[in-house]
């Protein structure tokens, strides 16, 4: 089974410094550049993905979509990005001046126990395991699935493909490429929320944080 999971391009929430969260923001012009150069990375791959799976949110479907033109998206709501309470919308300025307090405590310890409103990481790992238990044992053993996200989500998303409770803070760039191959007969579904997982010989990493397409010239043409 091959699972390539991608970021969305960037966003007018992401070009103006805001926080998304959950809130629905669509592409910049650049997200869709980002894009056509990610579909033509896997043409040229010659990757077509048997099923297609995006958010709900706006920029990562649209992202998707223009990706795979001629396939359908099938969307899911676990895919969101985590809610970000209060710093949804907002810059770092601007929060800076609203919230000092959960800014600083942010700041330092970078979780958002401290954000009025916010996900919590609890629940943002109980989605993410959701969906890759989806992925794992709702398909067949020989499928290719692309998988449209959130930085956020998929930060958990791969800490539970790896079996840690340990979650990365990660760089993720615009339409960065994340590519699994997985055993889904070495995969144990029951492993509690936080907990260590499967056999190590379950998953191969492919592609992690891979965003080399955005560094070829693109046709403006096409």
Do not use: C
Not at 2 to 13: L, Y
Not at 169 to 187: E, K
Not at 200 to 218: K, V
Request: charged share 30%.
């Amino acid at each position: 089974m091959r699972i390539v999971i991608v970021r969305h391009g960037q966003s007018v929430a992401n070009a103006q410094g805001r926080w998304q969260g959950q809130l629905d923001y669509e592409l910049s012009q650049e997200g869709e550049i980002q894009a056509e150069k990610l579909k033509q990375r896997f043409i040229t791959e010659k990757f077509a993905p048997d099923l297609i799976y995006a958010s709900p949110l706006k920029r990562a479907l649209r992202t998707a979509e223009i990706t795979f033109p001629e396939k359908k998206v099938f969307t899911i709501d676990d895919l969101k990005e985590g809610g970000a309470g209060v710093f949804e919308g907002k810059t770092m300025d601007e929060l800076r001046v609203e919230y000092p307090e959960a800014v600083a405590t942010f700041e330092r310890t970078k979780t958002f126990n401290a954000v009025p409103e916010s996900e919590s990481r609890y629940e943002l790992r109980k989605r993410a395991k959701t969906a890759v238990d989806f992925f794992i044992k709702g398909h067949n053993h020989d499928d290719e699935m692309a998988v449209f996200t959130h930085s956020g989500t998929m930060m958990f998303i791969i800490a539970v493909i790896m079996g840690t409770s340990r979650v990365w803070s990660l760089r993720i760039p615009n339409t960065s490429v994340f590519d699994f191959r997985i055993d889904p007969n070495a995969w144990d579904t029951v492993d509690p929320i936080g907990g260590m997982r499967q056999g190590a010989r379950s998953f191969e990493i492919r592609r992690f944080a891979d965003s080399t397409h955005l560094y070829m010239p693109h046709d403006l043409s096409s």
